[in-house]
């Protein structure tokens, strides 16, 4: 969008006459589900009053968190999108950029996709106010890199913040400018993974995302959903709303010895933010086998983040932009061995914590054979679908996972 476009869309945003006409329509979507609450709740947002909008918005949000996620009516998803951009305007008529943009990314993050475009139109309109604002004021200090260059490891020091018997046995095989033909013969059809080095050089990512200033300017006041605890099986493990710039300071102030990491992990940042989903590209790889893109993820966090063991049904190609991660993966042939949690949420982890083997309940594991590797920055793993994977990141760490299924695939979800 050129910049008189988005000032003739900032124009259009302050007067909506667009919006009114989308919460017609929306109106009409909600009522055909019959509910009188829906339609109360429409009207209010609808409304020309800032208060009756933030009802609306805390009856939808209400909606939403009434019982498990899969089992919110999707009006409702869509109505909270419309009490957001609603919401944002009474914000964003007062100057209150930064509200409005967090008020916007709640929509897009919580919300139904009625009203997603909008929301992304808005969204670029007050990032661009906002930016006018700030850039009065801006002046641009050192470039601050997340990780340096030549950040040599010891090994020994990597090895003690690892689980037992890491690095000791077989490591994945790495290859240099494998084509997709070799790929597809040698790893994908065989199901067997690989470290491809040397195929990231030419992302934008590369270069701009060790840098801090970077990352803030384009996306310091945009929402994220991150996650704070030692990892996703544990007990006081939760999830939180924070800014990314919030986000920033607190990987930079993390001490790894500390047990509580925040980690923005398996999060589709790059449909929420368009200017991140620039910075990188989509590997040839990824069509391998005729199939079709499922997710694109992020995962963004300080050195000692943890995934525990647990598999996923789709090819995944991990591409590490920042940082290093120890990587763990066992066949799916051990599946049994593993001890996968019996209910069905979790039956894709592992009960294992192979930080703490618990050898009386879990004997089988010990002996168990699996590749391990250091994925440094600038390479990508393939990880074929229901192998299993233990991540660990051992600095400052920007992932990008590419999940891909076959288009006969019958697990793609
Ligand atoms: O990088 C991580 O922490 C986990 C990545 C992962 O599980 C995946 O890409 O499927
Ligand atoms: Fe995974």
């Not at 992304?120 to 002046?139: L, Q």
């Not at 979790?346 to 699996?370: A, M, R, T, W």
Request: glycine share 6%; with cysteine.
């Amino acid at each position: 969008m050129s910049t008189a476009t988005v000032a003739a869309a900032a124009g259009n945003y302050l007067s909506t006459p667009t919006l009114d006409a989308e919460s017609s329509n929306l109106l009409q979507t909600i009522s055909s589900h019959g509910g009188y609450a829906y339609v109360r709740m429409s009207t209010l947002a609808a409304s020309g009053d800032f208060r009756a909008a933030e009802a609306a918005r805390e009856m939808a949000w209400e909606q939403l968190h009434s019982g498990p996620w899969h089992s919110v009516l999707p009006a409702w998803r869509d109505a909270y999108s419309m009490a957001c951009l609603h919401v944002a305007k009474f914000h964003y008529r007062n100057g209150e950029f930064k509200e409005s943009l967090r008020v916007l990314d709640l929509g897009l993050i919580m919300g139904g996709v009625l009203l997603k475009k909008d929301l992304e139109s808005a969204i670029e309109i007050v990032t661009a106010k906002s930016r006018e604002k700030e850039s009065e004021g801006f002046e641009k200090g050192p470039k601050c890199k997340f990780v340096e260059e030549g950040d040599e490891f010891d090994k020994e020091e990597v090895l003690r913040v690892l689980p037992e018997k890491s690095l000791s046995s077989k490591i994945v095989v790495k290859k240099s400018g494998l084509s997709l033909e070799g790929f597809l013969r040698e790893h994908f059809l065989s199901g067997s993974p690989v470290i491809i080095s040397d195929c990231m050089a030419h992302w934008p990512a590369r270069t701009k995302w060790n840098d801090m200033d970077y990352l803030k300017r384009v996306a310091g006041d945009r929402t994220v959903p991150v996650e704070v605890g030692k990892n996703y099986l544990c007990q006081e493990w939760k999830q939180e709303l924070i800014t990314f710039s919030e986000f920033l300071v607190k990987i930079q102030s993390n001490d790894s010895s500390s047990a509580v990491p925040t980690y923005l992990a398996q999060h589709q940042l790059f449909d929420q933010i368009n200017e991140l989903r620039k910075d990188i590209c989509i590997p040839d790889y990824c069509c391998a086998g005729g199939g079709e893109l499922r997710s694109l993820n992020a995962w963004f966090g300080p050195a000692g983040t943890v995934t525990p063991l647990h598999h996923d049904p789709h090819h995944n190609i991990l591409a590490q932009v920042v940082g290093k991660k120890y990587v763990r993966l066992y066949t799916s042939s051990v599946s049994e061995e593993l001890y996968p949690y019996t209910e069905t949420m979790l039956c894709n982890s592992s009960q294992v914590d192979l930080d703490n083997i618990d050898d009386g309940q879990f004997p089988k594991v010990h002996d168990l054979e699996f590749l391990d590797c250091i994925l440094e920055e600038g390479e990508m793993l393939y990880i074929p679908p229901k192998w299993w994977h233990y991540v660990r990141s051992l600095t400052i760490s920007f992932s990008v996972s590419f999940w891909w299924s076959n288009s006969e695939s019958s697990d793609a979800s």
